[in-house]
């Protein structure tokens, strides 16, 4: 197990407000600390001046719905209370959802209001070379071990 900041910058994100924001459904994706919709609550007119946070990162609710974690395929503009994660090293984007799923894990240590503000970094996390095998393989792989495994019960039901 490995400290969150070994393996990923931790970043306080844009920290804009959507009712200041002009909608555009064709924009760019704005993240808030919402559980649902993979964090996106809109989209936004690009900001002159105001990069979006790059693809690939993962972002983490710091409040709200503290420690909802996504991973973001698209550029983004980012709420308040939202924490940005930039991998240090080249993961696959299946090492990344399996590190969401930990972090999601994680959301017991902030009940009662409390944020994961200044302790994000400190969350022990299992270190790259402890993911479990499964979590890169893909959906068919999975499906043909599930079918040879009920293939194996179903001969030895019938024998």
């Known amino acids: 197990m490995i400290k969150v900041s070994e393996l ?8 804009l407000e959507l009712n200041a924001l002009q909608l555009d459904s064709n924009g760019v994706n704005f993240v ?19 990069t979006p ?12 719905s503290v420690m909802e ?3 973001q395929t698209e550029p983004y503009y980012s709420g308040r209370d939202l924490y940005y994660l930039t991998a240090r090293v080249p993961m696959s984007d299946q ?8 972090l999601r894990a994680n959301k ?3 009940n009662y209001g409390r944020q994961a503000n200044r302790t994000l970094k400190d969350i022990f996390v299992p270190a790259l070379e402890e993911i479990p095998h499964w979590v890169e393989e893909t959906m068919e792989q999975l499906v043909d071990e599930m079918q040879s495994i009920l293939a194996g019960v179903a001969s030895k039901v019938r024998s």
């Open 95 to 102: 090492q990344k959802l399996f590190y969401c799923t930990c």
């Open 32 to 50: 808030s600390r919402t559980a649902k919709n993979n964090g996106v609550s809109a989209r936004v007119t690009a900001m002159p001046g105001i």
């Open 8 to 15: 990923f910058d931790v970043r306080y994100g844009v920290n």
């Open 69 to 71: 974690s996504f991973l």
């Open 53 to 64: 946070i790059a693809a690939g990162t993962i972002s983490v609710a710091g409040g709200g």
């Open 108 to 110: 017991y240590r902030y």
